[in-house]
């Protein structure tokens, strides 16, 4: 009896390993199929789910620069360049003249194909009556007068353009100002900044986007 004790007890022990291996071999193939699946997906898939906007503290929230996302119903690809403007990379400063297009979801045009919008159909008119213009799409979906004026202060100065164009749409743009809340009134009267604040569910719901996996964002949407 004594002999055999020692005995089952390694014979216990082989068996734990093994079965122990064979899960660790589960979940690791697992993990490396997962892996495959997603790199696969990102790579067929990627525009289909990738985030587009990202929060900013100053203007709420802008393009995430460098990306892309297809929209398959009306079969465009909106590409952002690492500026954070619809389009191709700006030009060298003071080599064109430029124009930069400021508004909202008119402007950045995310259902129309880029030759269509109007930074390049403005860009393409003037080039053929007065030589190469360089217009700048500097359209964002839901942007209000107040983003736009908070945009408009940081990125003008490097961008020094010969003309700015700011395109409104009256149905809501104005409303955005109490909506945003990016100013106040101060007691004289005048505007001045304010320290608006982020709902949470509004910073879940860009966290998501941009922190997703593309297999759960298809998930998800299904």
């Given at each position: 009896m004594h002999r055999m004790e020692?005995?089952?007890?390694?014979?216990?022990?082989?068996?734990?390993?093994?079965?122990?291996?064979?899960?660790?071999?589960v979940v690791l193939s697992t993990i490396a199929g997962l892996a495959f699946v997603e790199g696969f997906v990102r790579l067929t898939l990627?525009?289909?789910?990738?985030?587009?906007?990202?929060?900013?503290?100053?203007?709420?929230?802008?393009?995430?620069?460098?990306?892309?996302?297809?929209?398959?119903?009306?079969?465009v690809l909106v590409e952002i360049n690492s500026e954070g403007f619809r389009g191709k990379e700006l030009e060298v400063t003071g080599n064109s003249p430029r124009i930069v297009v400021y508004g909202d979801s008119m402007i950045e045009a995310r259902f129309s194909a880029l030759e269509n919008t109007l930074a390049i159909r403005l860009e393409a008119e003037l080039d053929n009556r007065f030589g190469h213009v360089e217009v700048v799409n500097a359209g964002v979906v839901a942007y209000g007068t107040d983003q736009v004026s908070v945009r408009m202060e940081d990125e003008l100065p490097k961008l020094r353009p010969q003309v700015v164009v700011v395109a409104l749409f009256a149905d809501n743009d104005f409303g955005d100002l109490i909506r945003n809340k990016i100013y106040r009134l101060s007691p004289e009267g005048g505007l001045m900044q304010n320290?608006?604040?982020?709902?949470?569910?509004?910073?879940?719901k860009f966290a998501r986007e941009q922190q997703d996996l593309m297999l759960v964002k298809i998930l998800r949407k299904a």
């Open positions: 020692p005995k089952a007890g390694r014979l216990r022990a082989t068996l734990v390993v093994r079965v122990l291996t064979a899960l660790l071999a990627g525009s289909y789910y990738s985030a587009s906007y990202q929060l900013d503290p100053r203007w709420r929230h802008k393009p995430v620069p460098n990306s892309k996302r297809f929209n398959h119903k009306q079969k320290p608006f604040v982020v709902g949470e569910g509004l910073k879940e």
